[in-house]
């Protein structure tokens, strides 16, 4: 039976005590919600599974709402922890790019870090599309923030 703590004492037990710096959900096809309440499992495991200051990725597509325990919502917040979305889709009957990006991942060949290429404020935004639209220099994810 899948709950909202199996999944998160199996994770601290393989680290040998210690809850993750990272953990990730990236599983978001329908069967995988099959049923109506593991998707909230599978992203509240991810919650309580990471340590202070720690952050969770979330990946593909929901299907359905959210819903948190209070425990969940409260490690959140306690921890400060960092929640970040991420979306990718294959068409593809064989080669999966959801398998393909975490084996990278694995390997170190892709880091978190080096995906996103470019950190501009909003007020850069015309130059950024102007660099992007002649391809002045290599990016890769361009992110806005205000200010």
């Given at each position: 039976?899948?709950?909202?703590?199996?999944?998160?004492?199996?994770?601290?037990?393989?680290?040998?005590?210690?809850?993750?710096?990272?953990?990730?959900?990236?599983?978001?096809?329908?069967?995988?919600?099959?049923?109506?309440?593991?998707?909230?499992?599978?992203?509240?495991?991810?919650?309580?599974?990471?340590?202070?200051?720690?952050?969770?990725?979330?990946?593909g597509i929901s299907h359905?709402?959210?819903?948190?325990?209070?425990?969940?919502?409260?490690?959140?917040?306690?921890?400060?922890l960092v929640i970040s979305?991420?979306?990718?889709?294959?068409?593809?009957?064989?080669?999966?790019?959801?398998?393909?990006?975490?084996?990278?991942?694995?390997?170190?060949?892709?880091?978190?870090?080096?995906?996103?290429?470019?950190?501009?404020?909003?007020?850069?935004?015309?130059?950024?599309?102007?660099?992007?639209?002649?391809?002045?220099?290599?990016?890769?994810?361009?992110?806005?923030?205000?200010?």
């Amino acid at each position: 039976m899948l709950t909202a703590t199996g999944g998160m004492q199996a994770v601290v037990k393989r680290a040998g005590g210690h809850a993750s710096d990272i953990a990730s959900d990236i599983r978001r096809s329908r069967v995988d919600l099959a049923l109506p309440f593991q998707a909230d499992v599978y992203q509240e495991q991810c919650i309580r599974a990471t340590a202070t200051l720690g952050s969770t990725v979330w990946g593909g597509i929901s299907h359905q709402p959210l819903h948190l325990s209070e425990k969940a919502v409260d490690d959140i917040l306690r921890k400060e922890l960092v929640i970040s979305g991420a979306w990718n889709s294959s068409f593809a009957p064989f080669a999966s790019d959801w398998e393909n990006a975490l084996t990278f991942m694995g390997q170190k060949k892709i880091v978190k870090g080096d995906v996103i290429t470019h950190r501009l404020t909003l007020d850069e935004l015309p130059g950024a599309f102007q660099m992007m639209l002649q391809r002045e220099t290599y990016f890769n994810k361009v992110m806005f923030f205000p200010g």
